[in-house]
């Protein structure tokens, strides 16, 4: 941020006709817990060229669009560090039911019957536009074909970190591991260079990959310099068959293998003893916390405030629609706060500005993008989101990043930004044909309702 | 339910020709947890008339008004069991504070130095709009000033049960308890034959209620048979110091005072024993939940499963803005089942229907109005509400039900009535001045920074 225009000296004549400007009433910037006031955010490119007070930016820049937020409160795109996009075509088809029911009685045997290029391609579709609608700018996927999602990611014009997914058991993707492996690095050959989209490792758990698959992709990621994205003590089951199989609870076991490290993204992590939590501070490793899902199937509630204490990076996820059943991570800020706030029975843990740069900066960090993604800085992708805090509901506001954690919803996203290019205008969607995608979800609504009454729990 | 027209054999030519038929591709009847297709809802003064399947309806039927509700679940107006409606005020004007400090630091001195029958009727006014639109039609209140929240919740043509607060500290609004009680009976005998308008007696909590004031509320509540709303067991300090003061915990203090039983409405109940628990279930006793509230002011996580179990009637709350900071009824139902789901680690606790029926009907019970109130059922009034399932974040829809708790959001809320009055249409409010109200809470915003600026808390 410059209090004087950034290119002012050093930048040619065409600087001075940027691509964008916005005029914000209020500009979070979350590297500093810093609430700017009447500041401009001028976009060049896709990237964020400068950054500085309206009054001097009306003075100085003639861009070709300007966009004035004056009661709004512009904020870095959110971050989903922890996704299953395309089962948004299954939300709610399982509600109510214990995390391993869920999946063993209705989840994998749908997906069995179903899951192929085109519902990962459909789901994705519809995922995004629920996440873009939302603030969500980026999201950190792990499902099958990710040429699939990826398309349809780009086609939404969103950012999507997509999981070369690995288990050992067959499904309509890939057979074993090595083929899971096989077919992931083609799609990471194909897609990698793309300014939309980047990869992870995504060993699904502990409990569906082996130890020489496990070293297997800690190679790969090596090699490819990507993070590893995998479940982790998810829930108490898990734990105590893993204990049962291995004589140790899971962490323990990545550790023996040399998976845990900087590049280490746990999701879950639900049920941490004490020393688990040191473990993972000591070697870097990074947390993602999916309050909802972790509640909603009953799997507990993951220690936020301890693994804060232990200076762990966290981001938040939603998990699956199948699991949340809402792709909101708004929402998940709220709830992750007020959980830790209650559950240790301290108001002051875990306060807005934090949950808010766990959902941007820190995710940046956490996949290894903070040069280029998760806060509003001169340099980074102009990827952003604004609330319009003049509403019925947000009015009176003494601080604007407090009603966006804790009163707003995302209903009250009015713009959404990824690369430079809006993607919602004033609480309209671009870039989406809404007839068309509405009507690709009644289809697939209708195979899902076709295999429940086919009983495909049996 | 009737499956033929209600008032067929019965009734004159005149009810061929009601108010308003409403036609719903689902309705949630809660009282049985089912979910009907195609129905129709008859409405006449303000009451429902008949519920009948929607081709009868259209043949027998020629309404005043009718209402295509194709892609929409209709299902009864929700009750916000506890609210402090005035305080919408000053949401976020005190957050990541513990409760006690955020009481005594923040909220008492700006009441002290702001609360009137202007701040009050403003206040209630701005909740009313925020809490229609999000599909609430009835919310049970304890402030000040209770002829100032009667006009504004009947100017805002809302359902509102009032307190007749009562304290044994001066105020603002009556300088101890004794005028506490002559004013609030003065405020119930000139509102309480208005059909959108109810009272409880409003002791406001065991540990600023006397002994005297207690028995007397209890006489009072007798001779008018009216509810006792008062909050409850709310945090750990409040307890230790009801010990330290009376001997006991708060809970058996109210038994000893002969408050408790099925007219007793306690708020919060974030901590109980065992034998409270049953103690509440044995006098028929009523609770109101208020998760959100209880999270964020770092009070803790009432035992909602327990609670079940013994068999209470359990109603949902928002608390104030200032604690929660949603007047979010829809919200608060998700929330309730999560943290039941996933503090006991059982997915299958507190099912969507269960939820929605605290929502609506255990509410209405609690009140002791469930023959007006709480469902939608022929002779209640029509207060409903319905969110529309056919968006990119609802399809595809499996059950409806679970949508409206689990994946909607009262953005989704598309049609509220009141009385069989459309109080939302198609999202837009009705019935509101929104520039006015906006400027009326920008005008109390200027005042509460002025009150901050001038350090209030000292």
């Known amino acids: 941020m410059s209090r004087k225009p ?22 979070a910037q979350v590297e500093n817990d810093n609430l700017l006031e009447h500041y401009s955010v001028v976009v060049q490119r896709g990237r964020i060229l400068d950054i500085l007070p309206s009054a001097l930016a009306r003075e100085y820049y003639q861009a070709k669009e300007c966009v ?25 088809v399982a509600d109510d039911l214990p995390m391993m029911r869920w999946l063993k009685e209705r989840i994998w045997p749908l997906e069995s019957a179903l899951v192929s290029h085109e519902f990962t391609h459909d789901g994705t579709r519809l995922a995004c536009a629920e996440m873009l609608k939302g603030g969500v700018t980026t999201f950190n996927d792990m499902y099958f074909f990710p040429d699939a999602a990826a398309t349809a ?3 939404a014009g969103m950012r999507a970190i997509l999981g070369i997914t690995v288990l050992e058991f067959s499904g ?34 502990p409990y569906s990959v082996s130890d020489t698959t496990f070293e297997r ?5 090596a090699q490819l310099a990507l993070p590893i994205h995998t479940h982790l003590h998810e829930n108490h089951d898990e734990i105590r068959e893993h204990l049962e199989t291995y004589g140790c609870r899971p962490l323990y076991r990545l550790k023996r293998l040399g998976v845990l490290g900087p590049q280490f993204i746990g999701v879950h992590a639900t049920h941490l003893l004490p020393d688990e939590i040191e473990t993972l501070a000591e070697y870097g490793c990074n947390l993602v916390h999916c309050p909802a899902s972790n509640l909603k199937l009953g799997c507990g509630i993951a220690p936020l405030a301890d693994v804060r204490r232990a200076g762990i990076h966290v981001g938040l996820g939603t998990d699956s629609a ?11 800020t709220r709830l992750a706060s007020l959980l830790a706030k209650g559950v240790n029975q301290d108001a002051g843990l875990c306060a807005a500005w934090e949950m808010l740069r766990m959902a941007t900066l820190e995710a940046a960090i956490i996949l290894g993008r903070e040069e280029s993604l998760g806060s509003i800085t001169v340099g980074k992708w102009a990827d952003m989101a604004a609330i319009r805090l003049d509403t019925l509901s947000l009015l009176p506001c003494y601080h604007p990043v407090s009603h966006l954690v804790y009163g707003a919803g995302r209903e009250d996203v009015s713009h959404v930004w990824v690369g430079g290019e809006a993607r919602v205008f004033d609480k309209v969607p671009l870039n989406i044909d809404v007839t068309h995608l509405k009507n690709i979800a009644r289809l697939w609504q209708n195979r899902v309702v076709s295999c429940l009454k086919m009983d495909v729990r049996l």
Chains 1, 2 share one sequence.
């Open 217 to 221: 992709i800690q190679t790969l990621a």
């Open 172 to 205: 309509n993707y890939a057979s074993d591991a090595a083929d899971y492996l096989h077919k992931g690095v083609e799609s990471f050959e194909r897609w990698h260079a793309h300014p939309l989209i980047g990869f992870c490792l995504a060993p699904h758990a």
């Open 153 to 155: 990611a780009v086609e």
């Open 6 to 27: 950034h290119v002012a000296s050093i930048a040619p004549e065409s600087a001075r006709h940027p691509d964008l400007v916005i005029h914000a009433r209020y500009l």
């Open 322 to 332: 199948a699991s949340n059943n809402r792709l909101d991570i708004l929402a998940e």
């Open 68 to 92: 004035e937020l004056d009661e709004h409160l512009l904020f870095p795109g959110l971050i989903n560090l922890h996704t299953h996009a395309a089962m948004s075509l299954l939300r709610g």
